[in-house]
């Protein structure tokens, strides 16, 4: 495997190696604070704080696995000096990649209601402007076509949504009946796309070839599943 092709699996590396099990700590620590406050088990007193401790870990780091993928997307797509745009575009770029990581840091400090909610817009904005980039592979963009509700990209970028969502509303879950309500929905749906994207993401990664097979392999026409005859063997030499 060449360098870019390691860069690729960087993303589904650490989904699989810290978000799913992080993920299922989280939404067992969920079922137990649950449990508790309806007085349905006697789980320790700590794990509604674990819960939401570990869900925050959980959720910075679904933002930052996905824009780990939207940068090597874009990044890798051509060779450098071949970058579509050049370097105003690539400037441009990072200083969105800067700023929606300094919002995500800020979104992690933030006490007062308007600056979270303002956090939570501008993180999801910027990864939405980078996902929105061509060089992402969406599937689709058109949400009455088939593609767009297969799509890792579509699904991937709404989990982030939802966690950004539980990582502003942290002191309002705590306190507000409503909006406890409204988490676990979101959340039910949220462990669902995970599930989703698991299904997608393995898909995709069977998908991609590695880069020393491209050429051959985009040479195939994909809608009729067809690939050029291969090229005949040179002749056998001579003993
Ligand atoms: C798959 C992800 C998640 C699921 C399924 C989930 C589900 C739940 C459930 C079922 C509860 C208990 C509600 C009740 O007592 O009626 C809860 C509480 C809570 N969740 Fe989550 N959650 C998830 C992720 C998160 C994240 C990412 C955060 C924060 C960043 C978070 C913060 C909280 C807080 C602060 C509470 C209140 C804890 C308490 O009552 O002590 N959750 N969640
Ligand atoms: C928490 C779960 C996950 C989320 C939120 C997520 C989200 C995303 C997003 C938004 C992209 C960029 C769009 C694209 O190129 O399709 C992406 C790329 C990709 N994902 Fe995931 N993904 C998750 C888990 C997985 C898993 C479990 C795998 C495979 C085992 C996987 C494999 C890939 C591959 C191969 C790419 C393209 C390569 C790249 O851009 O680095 N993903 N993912």
């Not at 508790?36 to 320790?44: E, F, I």
């Not at 076509?145 to 509303?169: C, I, K, T």
């Amino acid at each position: 495997m060449a360098l870019v092709d390691w860069l690729w699996i960087v993303h589904p590396v650490l989904a699989v190696v810290l978000i799913y099990p992080l993920t299922g700590i989280v939404i067992r620590l969920s079922v137990q604070t649950r449990s508790r406050r309806l007085k349905t088990a006697k789980p320790p007193p700590t794990v509604g704080r674990d819960h939401s401790d570990l869900g925050r870990w959980l959720a910075a780091g679904v933002v930052v696995l996905v824009i780990i993928a939207l940068i090597v997307a874009i990044a890798t797509h051509a060779p450098l000096d071949q970058f579509q745009g050049g370097w105003r575009r690539a400037f441009t770029l990072l200083l969105v990649l800067i700023g929606t990581l300094l919002s995500l840091g800020a979104l992690w400090i933030a006490k007062a209601p308007g600056l979270r909610l303002a956090f939570v817009v501008i993180t999801w904005a910027g990864v939405l402007g980078l996902g929105a980039q061509p060089e992402v592979w969406r599937v689709s963009d058109d949400p009455f076509s088939s593609g767009f509700w297969q799509s890792h990209y579509w699904s991937g970028v709404a989990v982030v949504g939802l966690m950004l969502f539980s990582l502003g509303a942290r002191p309002e879950i705590l306190r507000n009946l409503r909006l406890r309500r409204l988490h676990v929905t979101a959340n039910v749906l949220a462990a669902l796309l995970f599930v989703v994207q698991g299904i997608t993401g393995t898909r995709d990664l069977l998908e991609i070839p590695l880069s020393w097979q491209k050429s051959t392999i985009y040479a195939c026409n994909f809608e009729a599943r067809s690939c050029p005859p291969p090229a005949p063997l040179p002749p056998a030499s001579e003993p």
